[in-house]
């Protein structure tokens, strides 16, 4: 007899929002950027951010809301309050249960209004016997259908304009009732299901265990913040629908609800050894929209994709450690798969964005390094950087290493030889002697900037001469808080506690550096950075950044960049601890 799977960690909806692998909707009072509703809402991914639904438990003797506290872990969401509660569970991607003993449940629109355009129109069907809102923003309908207890009153059905639509249900002689909420396209056969409610339960939380084992088999004690890192990783993971080609990890599912085209390589390489065929969906779903000149688009979306700016080629370093930790290696096909798509993404820059005459490629706006306000941009935004050469190098070298196991010799010493025009154009144009500089692309004009932008072709690692990497680590030192590492340094006139890329503390430049940190030999600063990294979402979650000073998470509180990156380096903590 196997033991039930554990409930996993507690957590706060108010910072991660209550999902299930596969689903587009989320439990959440998330409603928009930076917006928290009173009630928790159901909250849809499809053509945007939509909080369609609105969750309100009541008091079965006032039919008012009720004082609830809401209680998460993995498997179930809970209202709970002295005279009774209510659970909710994903039974599939697209379906919740809710019951409720003592207390009752409303469940309204989540709009007031309903225009030709916009809005959700509320209706009874007779052919399901279900209740069912209609949303203009999703494109879809989200079914309720009662299975125990009976309808207390309904508002707005049929009704256009302004006012409150759906329903309140209330228990039956024993108190208790049930429902099943669907978010469903136009028509499917009525409601129907055999599971109990905790039978449903112990399945959500037997496929989140199996998930967990799986990415975090390495977990102990001394990574308390493994299962909930994973469980944002879980959550936030969509099944392929619209313009999303793959099963696809979403930035968050609050609004970063997007896939942009350097956060997915960090994903990828944290589900790499235990999930490697989800991991190498991650890593190719940008690349499913490359467009003729072999551009990666920004970012894609269930509904968009956008083009008009790209994201720095990151893409080299990640195919290179992505394919060292696959636990199969790749086969020829998707080798050569790989090869192409780099190959297309590589020349691109050196031709679209490299200036006639010019040995390095620029970028047109700060938003293409993925660093959109860094403080390297401010005096010019088109602009010739030393962190776009070192990625470039290292993608370069990844192609040398992929034509060599593809038996393409010439193509690899054409890479490699490439590799070392880049880099060595790099370090006689933008090396000072002591530090990188930027050149405007069209000016030539160069400066500095107290960016940890500047310090980012540490990255080159082994590649690097040994006083070139010495004294980017120096310069790094100068950056770390208690909490990690400033993007902008905390004594620049130009630093912000949420300034965004000009201070706060970043996942993705962390393991960056950390890495090229440790391939260039500087052990303890990498190990510093590592810790220190880890201390911070240890304490604070799995924000979009953090206060570099103060170590409160910033913007988006449920981001799977910083959960993949905490997972890399707690592992790697994990396995030198082990050695």
Same mark, same amino acid.
């Given at each position: 007899?196997?033991?039930?799977?554990?409930?996993?960690?507690?957590?706060?909806?108010?910072?991660?929002?209550?999902?299930?692998?596969?689903?587009?909707?989320?439990?959440?009072?998330?409603?928009?950027?930076?917006?928290?509703?009173?009630?928790?809402?159901?909250?849809?991914?499809?053509?945007?951010?939509?909080?369609?639904?609105?969750?309100?438990?009541?008091?079965?003797?006032?039919?008012?809301?009720?004082?609830?506290?809401?209680?998460?872990?993995?498997?179930?969401?809970?209202?709970?309050?002295?005279?009774?509660?209510?659970?909710?569970?994903?039974?599939?991607?697209?379906?919740?249960?809710?019951?409720?003993?003592?207390?009752?449940?409303?469940?309204?629109?989540?709009?007031?209004?309903?225009?030709?355009?916009? %809005?959700? =129109?509320?209706?009874?069907?007779?052919?399901?016997?279900?209740?069912?809102?209609?949303?203009?923003?999703?494109?879809?309908?989200?079914?309720?259908?009662?299975?125990?207890?009976?309808?207390?009153?309904?508002?707005?059905?049929?009704?256009?304009?302004?006012?409150?639509?759906?329903?309140?249900?209330?228990?039956?002689?024993?108190?208790?009732?049930?429902? !099943?909420?669907?978010?469903?396209?136009?028509?499917?056969?009525? =409601? @129907?299901?055999?599971?109990?409610? %905790?039978?449903?339960?112990?399945? @959500?939380?037997?496929?989140? #265990?199996?998930?967990?084992? #799986?990415? !975090?088999?390495?977990?102990?004690?001394?990574?308390?913040?493994?299962?909930?890192?994973? =469980?944002?990783?879980?959550?936030?993971?969509?099944?392929?629908?619209?313009?999303?080609?793959?099963?696809?990890?979403?930035?968050?599912?609050?609004?970063?609800?997007?896939?942009?085209?350097?956060?997915?390589?960090?994903?990828?390489?944290?589900?790499?050894?235990?999930?490697?065929?989800?991991?190498?969906?991650?890593?190719?779903?940008?690349?499913?929209?490359?467009?003729?000149?072999?551009?990666?688009?920004?970012?894609?979306?269930?509904?968009?994709?956008?083009?008009?700016?790209?994201?720095?080629?990151?893409?080299?370093?990640?195919?290179?450690?992505? +394919?060292?930790?696959?636990?199969?290696?790749?086969? +020829?096909?998707?080798?050569?798969?790989?090869?192409?798509?780099?190959?297309?993404? &590589?020349?691109?820059?050196?031709? #679209?964005?490299?200036?006639?005459?010019?040995?390095?490629?620029?970028?047109?706006?700060?938003?293409?390094?993925?660093?959109?306000?860094?403080?390297?941009?401010?005096?010019?935004?088109?602009?010739?950087?030393?962190?776009? #050469?070192?990625?470039?190098?290292?993608?370069?070298?990844?192609?040398?290493?992929?034509?060599?196991?593809?038996?393409?010799?010439?193509?690899?010493?054409?890479?490699?030889?490439?590799?070392?025009?880049?880099?060595?154009?790099?370090?006689?144009?933008?090396?000072?002697?002591?530090?990188?500089?930027?050149?405007?692309?069209? &000016?030539?004009?160069?400066?500095?900037?107290?960016?940890?932008?500047?310090?980012?072709?540490?990255?080159?690692?082994?590649?690097?001469?040994?006083?070139?990497?010495? !004294?980017?680590?120096?310069?790094?030192?100068?950056?770390?808080?208690?909490?990690?590492?400033?993007?902008?340094?905390?004594?620049?006139?130009?630093?912000?506690?949420?300034?965004?890329?000009?201070?706060?503390?970043?996942?993705?430049?962390?393991?960056?550096?950390?890495?090229?940190?440790?391939?260039?030999?500087?052990?303890?600063?990498?190990?510093?950075?590592?810790?220190?990294?880890?201390?911070?979402?240890? &304490?604070?979650?799995?924000?979009?950044?953090?206060?570099?000073? &103060?170590?409160?998470?910033?913007?988006? +509180? $449920?981001?799977?960049?910083? $959960?993949?990156?905490?997972?890399?380096?707690?592992?790697?903590?994990?396995?030198?601890?082990?050695?």
């Amino acid at each position: 007899m196997t033991a039930a799977p554990s409930s996993g960690p507690a957590f706060s909806v108010h910072d991660i929002p209550f999902s299930t692998f596969g689903s587009w909707f989320g439990i959440s009072p998330v409603v928009a950027e930076k917006t928290y509703a009173e009630d928790l809402h159901l909250v849809s991914h499809q053509n945007g951010m939509h909080a369609v639904l609105r969750l309100v438990p009541l008091d079965p003797a006032t039919g008012e809301r009720a004082g609830a506290r809401v209680e998460t872990t993995p498997g179930l969401l809970s209202w709970v309050c002295p005279a009774g509660r209510v659970d909710l569970a994903y039974e599939s991607p697209d379906t919740v249960r809710l019951r409720g003993s003592g207390l009752d449940i409303g469940v309204f629109a989540g709009a007031q209004v309903l225009t030709p355009f916009s %809005g959700t =129109y509320f209706f009874h069907d007779p052919a399901a016997d279900a209740h069912v809102f209609t949303s203009y923003e999703t494109g879809r309908r989200y079914r309720v259908t009662i299975l125990s207890g009976r309808i207390a009153h309904t508002a707005g059905a049929q009704a256009l304009g302004g006012g409150d639509r759906g329903l309140a249900l209330t228990g039956a002689a024993d108190g208790g009732w049930e429902i !099943a909420v669907e978010e469903i396209d136009t028509a499917r056969p009525p =409601y @129907a299901s055999s599971a109990a409610f %905790g039978e449903i339960v112990a399945a @959500a939380r037997g496929a989140f #265990a199996d998930f967990v084992e #799986a990415v !975090a088999p390495w977990r102990s004690s001394a990574t308390p913040a493994a299962e909930l890192a994973a =469980y944002v990783l879980w959550s936030a993971t969509v099944r392929p629908a619209g313009l999303v080609s793959r099963p696809a990890v979403l930035m968050s599912k609050h609004w970063m609800d997007k896939v942009w085209s350097w956060d997915h390589c960090f994903n990828a390489l944290a589900l790499s050894r235990g999930c490697p065929e989800l991991a190498m969906d991650q890593f190719a779903l940008p690349f499913d929209h490359q467009d003729g000149g072999g551009a990666l688009p920004d970012s894609v979306t269930h509904s968009e994709v956008l083009h008009n700016f790209v994201k720095p080629p990151i893409h080299g370093w990640a195919s290179g450690r992505l +394919r060292r930790r696959l636990p199969t290696p790749p086969s +020829r096909a998707e080798l050569a798969g790989t090869y192409d798509r780099l190959e297309r993404w &590589t020349h691109f820059w050196l031709t #679209a964005r490299r200036a006639p005459g010019a040995a390095l490629p620029h970028y047109q706006h700060g938003n293409d390094s993925g660093w959109d306000n860094a403080t390297t941009f401010d005096p010019e935004r088109v602009v010739v950087t030393a962190d776009l #050469a070192a990625f470039l190098v290292l993608q370069l070298h990844e192609l040398a290493a992929l034509a060599t196991e593809l038996d393409m010799p010439d193509e690899a010493s054409r890479w490699t030889r490439t590799a070392r025009e880049i880099q060595s154009a790099l370090l006689d144009e933008l090396w000072t002697g002591e530090r990188f500089v930027a050149r405007g692309a069209a &000016t030539g004009d160069t400066w500095s900037s107290s960016s940890l932008l500047d310090l980012m072709p540490i990255v080159l690692g082994e590649h690097l001469p040994g006083e070139v990497g010495s !004294a980017l680590a120096d310069h790094i030192k100068a950056h770390l808080t208690p909490y990690g590492l400033a993007t902008e340094l905390p004594t620049s006139p130009h630093y912000l506690d949420d300034g965004y890329w000009r201070g706060p503390v970043w996942a993705p430049a962390t393991v960056l550096i950390e890495d090229g940190l440790r391939r260039a030999g500087h052990h303890r600063l990498a190990d510093d950075i590592s810790a220190r990294f880890r201390a911070l979402c240890e &304490t604070h979650g799995f924000a979009e950044n953090f206060d570099a000073l &103060t170590g409160t998470g910033l913007r988006d +509180r $449920a981001y799977t960049w910083t $959960a993949a990156s905490y997972l890399l380096l707690a592992e790697a903590h994990a396995h030198r601890g082990s050695h």
